[in-house]
Nanobody
């Protein structure tokens, strides 16, 4: 499975960004898609995850600011990020797969929140 992320970049505090990730070369149905992030000097952490059928889970720090959605036809996941804070600055990674034991990862995309 190949994952290609897009939509990162620079945003001002309080601003918004929309991340997208498209899976290709998928020999199986994608049932799980999600976003993780890793800031310098910190461990990678879950941002949001969605399972086919619509079940979602978010990191505690999201607090209603982000929304994850999944398009099963396009094998695409998006992450709408609003009310961005400087502490949201990190490399964001997409992952996807048929189940939790077989997840592939994207190469990551930089998100920087700064005035």
């Amino acid at each position: 499975v190949q994952l290609v992320e897009s939509g990162g970049g620079l945003a001002q505090p309080g601003g918004s960004l929309n991340l997208s990730c498209v899976a290709s070369a998928t020999p199986f149905r994608i049932n799980i898609m999600g976003w993780y992030r890793q800031a310098p000097g910190k461990q990678r952490e879950l941002v949001a995850r969605i399972i086919s059928g619509g079940n979602t889970i978010y990191g505690d720090f999201v607090k209603g600011r982000f929304t994850i959605s999944m398009d099963n036809v396009k094998d695409m996941v998006t992450l709408q990020m609003n009310s961005l804070k400087p502490e949201d600055t990190a490399v964001y990674y997409c992952n996807a797969g048929p189940d939790f034991q077989d997840l592939s990862w994207g190469q990551g995309i930089q998100v920087t929140v700064s005035a």
